[in-house]
């Protein structure tokens, strides 16, 4: 079967030096390997990975597949400025969240006492310190490696403002003081983190909300998810998971 390469090309992720390639549900790994190989003649890259469409578990992390170059899956990624050293197989990534990333980065306030729920390896935390100056983000994660990689990357980017910390982002949001600003990235944890979150700001503080939204045909998600989440005052679909289930973000503004 033809690999349609025009269409497989445009998909394809560079991450600093390695080349991730999502592997379609209709072709056989060993025709991967070979187009593997041409990534690498045609391009810079020194390992490439095929990346499947699943994402499970705790860490939201999906399967990935060793296809050229490198068996080497750790590498310094740069995003707006920052740079970033992470795996991808052992924390959650994805380019598609690089606008957000700096949308939500770009709302955070000087001065503001911020908590960042599920932040991975700190892209959104960091780049909101280097470009807003708030008092403190504290950043929270239950993997591991994320923890590991965040505080790594709080060094490479003198981000020292950032607070990584390692646990359940509910209950170490719990034991936090009331906050100005909470990010919480991850749409399937939505409703709890929404009530939590609404409970640990203060007045007139701001949620910034990933959402999972189910609409019927004509349904607009956007709507659909404000309506769910009473406070919202603008959103936008982040992407389609599948017919008829988008994800969503939403800002939410805690009533004074």
Known sequence: MSLGKSRIWKRIEIIGDIAVIPIPFEYEISELKKYAEEVMERTKVKSVWGRKRDVSGVYRLPTYLHLAGEARSDTIYREHGCSYYLDIRKVFFSEKLSYEHRRIAEKVRPGERVGNLFSGFGPI???????????????????P?????????????????????????????????????IISPLPERDSEAYQLALSKLKPGGYLHLFAEVEVKRGEDPVRKAMATFPGAIEGRVVRSVNPGKYHVILDIRKEV
């Open 125 to 143: 935390s960091i780049l909101a310190y280097k470009l807003r100056k708030p008092e403190v983000i504290y950043s929270i994660d239950i993997n």
């Open 145 to 181: 490696y994320a923890y590991y990689f965040m505080m790594v990357n709080v060094e490479l980017n003198d981000a020292y403002g950032v607070i990584p910390m390692y646990g359940d982002a509910f209950v170490r949001l719990n034991q936090l003081e009331p906050l100005d600003r």
